[in-house]
C-alpha cells in the first residue's frame, strides 16, 4: 500500500504534504526501530550485566521494580529510553499538526456523515475524572486534545491518523484486527451466544467495536467514552465505513443505561487507564449491566502474573516516561478477585490469548513490527 | 495509589543538557531527512516533465564565482553547526 492509500482509508484521513509525510515517517520508522531492532537486544543487556549484580545485592531474583530502577542507571537503557520518549512525543506532535492544517477539510467530512447509520449522544455537563485527564501518550492535552472551533473532532483525527500510518497496517488498516480477533473469538468461546446488546466502555475512535458491529449483525452496538472530541470523530469514522454504532459520552464507572440491559459488555486498552478506584467501580457497572448468561470482558496487556520480571520491567517506560501512571496497578491486580468482589461467581470466569487474525497473512514487514507477538489478551465471566 | 496522575516530564541522563541536545539533534535529523524527502520529489518531477534529467543533476559542478559562493555557505553552515561544541570560555 502506498503513502496516498495509507491516507486514504477512509474519508477522515487526508494525503498530507511530501514534506509533513515525510516528517510523519521519520518518527513512526524510529520508532518501529527502536521497538523492533534495539529494544530486544536490552534483555541481553539485562542477562549480561545488570542481572547478576543484583542477584548479588539482594540475595534472590530481583522483581519488577528492582529490574527497571537499575536498568535506568544503565547507559543503553537510558539511551532507549530518550530516543523512545522523543519518537513518541514528536510522533504525535507531528501528527497533530497536519491535523490542525486539514481540520476544515475534515470537520466538513464529519459534518457530511451526521445522518449516520449510527448515533452520537454528547452531555457536556458530564464530570471528567482526574486520571484520564493529562498529556497521556505524551500528546498534549491527550485525549482531549481540541482546537477553538466548534464541535471540533482534534482529539480522535491525532489518535486515529497516528495509530494508523505509525502502526503500519500491522492491525489492518482500518486498525480492525482487534475487533475482529476478539469477536471471532467470542464466537468460537460462546458458540450458542446471540447478543441483542453490546456495549464498549472506553471506544476512543471505534477501531474495535466496528468489528463486533460486523461480526454480530444482528446486535444493537452503543460505545461509551469521556471526551466528545474522540466521540465526534468515531461516529463519522463508523458513518463513513457504513457501519452503526451508537456513541454516547458517559463514564464507565456509572453509565446511565438500565440494569440488565446489554449481553455483552467489554473494553479494549481501557482498564490500566483507569484509577485503583475506578478499576472495581467499573466491573461493578458490568455487572449491574449486564442481563443473566450476559458476557463481560477486558482486553488489554497481559497481567504480571503472566510475565517473567523482566518483561514486566519493560512497561515502566509506558507507566513513566509515556504518563500512563496507572498501568502498574491494574496489570498487578488479581483480575478473579477483583471480578468476584463485582459480584462474578469465579466458576464462570476465563482468561485468554485470542491470536491476530491478521498476522497469519501479514508480510515480513508487518510480522516484523509485531513485537508483542500477535496475541490479544483478556479476562473475563459471564453473569449468572 | 494516588487519584492524582504523576505525569512530570522525564529526563534519563544526570545531565538533562543531554536530554536537550538529544531532543535537538533528533529534530534535526527530521530536517534532513524532510530535505532528502523533498529533494528526490523535485527529482522526479523535473525529470518526468523532462526539465532536468538523473544524469544532468549527477554530472552538475559549480564553476567559477558559484563554485566560491557556495564554498563559502559551507564554511559558515560549518561553522554555525559545531561552534557551539567547540567554543571555550
Redesign the interface.
Known sequence: MDRVARQSVHPLIKPAS??DY??E???DD?TMYLEADVRPGLRDVYERDVRPKLVEELGREPERAEIAAAM?KQEDN??W???R???QR?GIEVSREVVEKQLPELMAQAKARGNGPGSLSLDPDLAIP??I???IHLQRDGYFAASDIADDITAGAVYDRGITLGRMGTQGWLNDDVGLSLAAWMKERFPNFRPKRILELGCTVGHTVVGFKQTYPEAEVHAIDLSAGLLRYAFARSAALGVEIHYHQQNAERTRFDGGSFDLVFSRILMHET???AMPRIFAECHRLLGEGGVMFHSDAPQYDMLDPYAQSLRDWDA??N?E??MN?YYSMNLEDAFEQAGFDRATMFRAQPPSLRLKNADAEVRRSRVRGGLYFLAGAVRT | ?A?????KD????DDPA??RL??AF??L???V??L???FA?LQTLADEKGVITREDLARFQFTGEADAEIAKDRGAFLRRVVGPLTARD
Not at chain 2, 3 to 7: A, K, L
Not at chain 2, 10 to 13: G, L, P, R, S, T
Open positions: 511530501t514534506a515525510a516528517r515517517s521519520f518518527w524510529l535506568r537510558r539511551w529510553y530518550l530516543l520518549t522523543q519518537s514528536q482526574d486520571y485527564r493529562g498529556d484509577s485503583a478506584d513513566t516516561a504518563k501512571p496507572y496497578g | 495509589m487519584d492524582t496522575p504523576e505525569t522525564q529526563h534519563f541522563f543531554i536530554d538529544t531532543a533528533l529534530q535529523a527530521s530536517e531527512w524532510v532528502n524527502e523533498r520529489a
